[in-house]
């Protein structure tokens, strides 16, 4: 019988005149500037009233066609002065002749929706005598300024390029990196092209280890990055045009060929999930697979609840302190109350005379809950990072979100300890705590071998006691065999053990559904946003991994 919980509190119109300028079609008035707007019953000398309410067809059009004169001609002055931020539009309209060698810029403006005015550019980029020709549409917005009343252009970076945004810079010149030829851990070539899922983590690697191989970089119009305040917010640079091809150097990744196809057939057609699979004995990452498969990467920058599979940690944590084992008895009953808040298993299940090892199996909330007055507010936070390495700096050779269990009080710690709260996970943090079980002690993920760079893996600073270790294996196991992983690791042979997981997110109808598990020397997990039961919903994810390994 299915018992994988509930997580629950009880508690607490104007006609267009077009004419042709400057080899593209303009709208409005004749001299292409905007027009101020002053009230109609306004007599000589008296103050103007400042105009109020929706801009009309004309003022939009009327402004919209003064900036883009002004931007075709070059006068980044004029056109700035048309915005409400002068100083950064002249900035970085100099910076497109300057930077991105900008020159013969055509703008066409295309037919305006409201207040925004979508337009083409195309330009010549000109470097040191190559030279390409590049074309893209973007769009401004005209807005009306609260002071003056009068219309004028809302700046934002992406008028200029649509990849733009606050900070990022557009550049021509000798790419920052050679291009990668980026291999797997047994020499097949790695390409978007057959694996769409790793186009970002392969910009990112080209960033970061590209001058480290023995390519050569090519001309490139790229947009330079602004650098995020957090590592694994970074995104890598992205290259525009190419104006002549660089050397590209060969580099080696851990990652399997193989694994990482099993991995983007799994997540495939699905609105959206992700996974992630490592190797438990030394922490090599093999797969990374997104749906949708190009954009954010869930499986390594996510940041979600896990659910249920936090009780990995939270049971080591309970083993550790000798507050339960296996055989223990260990109830689970329908409500228990902390710091006020009552919780409730779903459907009001219980486990009367359990023990621990029937609650793990089945996924019994409150059988970990009741133990949140056994237990310091920091506790499961010394385990998670201590122990399992969660939080630490991981240097995995990619930007990635390396967890979260932050110290919490009274509820929410209670919560915390079944991966609600506070804590938040991805999949390749969630495969990371399946892999330590395995192995017996934290390997930190990596996708790029330290050696290249010299850098320092994150340690753990401690293991658990043989006795959890040898507990917590048994547990996985019994879950695999007969608990709510059974279904999906059925016929599954070798060395096996797994953990469900199913995490309500406000105003969502279903709960993410969450998967961890692992094979032998490999380990892997996945996530399904509302999608509901993790066994049913993940599980299938984990499992076409382990057995394509």
């Known amino acids: 019988m299915r018992r994988e919980v509930k997580y629950g509190l009880i508690g607490g119109s104007v006609a267009l005149v077009a004419g042709v300028v400057g080899g593209f079609t303009l709208f409005g008035g004749s001299d292409g500037s905007p027009q101020e ?78 207040d925004k005015v979508p337009y083409s550019v195309a330009a010549q980029i000109d470097y040191k005598g190559t030279k390409a020709a590049y074309s893209y549409r973007t769009a401004t917005t005209v807005q009306r300024d609260k002071t003056t009343g009068k219309p004028q252009i809302a700046w934002q970076p992406a008028m200029l390029h649509p990849g733009l945004t606050k900070g990022d810079q ?247 300890l079944i991966g609600q709260g506070g804590v938040r996970m991805n999949p390749l943090n969630v495969a990371s705590l399946s892999a330590t079980v395995r192995a017996g002690s934290f390997h930190q993920p990596y996708i790029v071998s330290p050696s290249l760079d010299h850098r320092t893996l994150a340690k753990a600073a401690r293991t658990m006691k043989p006795s959890t270790l040898s507990g917590l294996k048994s547990l996985m196991k019994l879950t695999a065999t007969s608990g709510t992983a059974a279904e999906a690791m059925a016929g599954v042979s070798g060395d096996i053990g797994a953990k469900t997981g199913s995490a309500e997110v406000d105003n969502q109808k279903k709960p993410n559904a969450w998967f961890s598990a692992y094979r032998d020397d490999l380990a892997a997990a996945a996530v399904v946003p509302a999608s509901g039961h993790g066994g049913s919903n993940a599980g299938p994810l984990v499992r076409a991994i382990l057995t394509a390994g």
Not at 73 to 86: Q, R, V, Y
Not at 191 to 209: C, F, I, M, N, Q
Not at 233 to 262: E, H, N, R, Y
């Open 170 to 416: 557009l550049q021509t010149g000798e790419a920052e990196a050679p291009p990668i030829k980026a291999v797997d851990r047994n020499g097949a070539e790695l390409t978007p092209e057959a694996h769409p899922a790793l186009a970002g983590v392969l910009d990112s690697l080209r960033d970061k280890y590209g001058a480290k191989t023995d390519g050569k970089p090519g001309v490139e119009l790229f947009i330079h990055r602004a650098k995020a305040a957090k590592a694994a917010d970074q995104l890598p640079d992205k290259t525009l045009k190419v104006l002549s091809k660089g050397t590209p150097g060969t580099l080696k990744t851990t990652l399997d060929a193989k694994m990482q196809a099993a991995a983007e057939r799994a997540v495939k057609g699905k609105k959206s999930a992700s996974a992630a699979a490592v190797k438990p004995s030394t922490g090599e990452i093999l797969a990374l697979a997104n749906s949708p498969a190009r954009g954010f990467s869930m499986a390594t920058q996510g940041s979600l609840a896990p659910g249920s599979t936090m009780k990995i940690v939270t049971s080591a944590l309970l083993m550790d302190k000798g507050l339960t084992s296996p055989g223990k008895k260990n109830p689970c009953p329908k409500y228990v109350t902390v710091g006020g808040w009552k919780f409730q298993n779903l459907n009001k299940s219980e486990i009367k005379d359990g023990t621990f090892a029937q609650s793990f199996a089945a996924s019994c909330n409150n059988a970990f809950i009741s133990h949140a007055k056994d237990l310091k507010d920091d506790d499961l936070t010394n385990e998670a990072r201590d122990v399992f390495g969660i939080g630490l700096n991981w240097q995995t050779g990619i930007p990635t979100f390396d967890g979260a269990v932050p110290v919490q009080h009274d509820a929410q710690m209670a919560a915390s």
């Open 37 to 114: 707007v002053r009230s109609a019953d306004a007599k000589s000398g008296d103050k103007p009233k400042v105009a109020t309410g929706p801009l009309s067809a004309k003022e939009v059009h009327t402004t919209a066609q003064g900036f883009l004169t002004a931007w075709q001609s070059g006068d980044a002055a004029k056109a700035a002065g048309m915005t409400d931020d002068p100083v950064k539009c002249k900035a970085a309209l100099e910076a497109l002749a300057k930077q991105a060698r900008f020159s013969k810029v055509a703008v066409t403006p295309g037919t305006p929706s409201g």
